[in-house]
């Protein structure tokens, strides 16, 4: 099979460009209007965070397929992510308000969490899946300056309500992984999967 690009299924500004730092051509292959692709991330109970990610975004990755056949787009390969944040075992997703934002934050002041990115790449007859995982250490903030990060938005359908790449940068002592992983998609992982399939990178 001739890959002269991928679909990326994701919304996500920052896989677009990471897929653009390594300059992979890529189409979006984004939800219909009609669709809510929230429900694909609810937790089930007592799910542990390797678990959640690793099926969530297989949940992504089947749904996107069956939207490009219902769309009768062309077999291509399609690349789907999905990050999450745990902080011993508990799992951190996107603060649903600002009320939810300060508290991750408050959680991860002080402490090294773990944000774990998997990726999985496919066509319909074959996908492969793989999880990055980093350690970040947050510094401790004061009330203020967690109200102030808060008002700016960034938080918001944020994975353990931050960015990386964004403000929160100035809050992380340190980090032990994938920084392209924490931002939402391991280039290393990804160029692999990619070689697997027989996609130039």
Known sequence: MEHSFIYLASQSPRRKQLLEQIHVPYRLLLPQSNENAELLEVENKDELPHAYVQRVTNLKWQAAQQLRVELSLPDA?????????????????????????????????????????????????????????????????????????????EPMGKAGAYAIQGLAGTFIQHIAGSYSGIMGLPLYETSQLLRDFGFSV
């Open 77 to 153: 390969l399609i690349l789907c992510s999905d990050t999450t944040v745990a902080l011993n075992q508990k799992i951190l997703g996107k603060p649903r308000d600002e009320k939810d934002a300060i508290d991750f934050l408050s959680q991860l002041l002080g402490q090294t969490h773990v944000v774990l990115t998997a990726v999985m790449l496919g066509h319909q007859n074959k996908q492969k899946q793989a999880i990055s995982e980093s350690q970040v250490t947050f510094a401790n903030l004061s009330d203020a300056q967690i109200k102030n990060y808060v008002a700016s938005q």
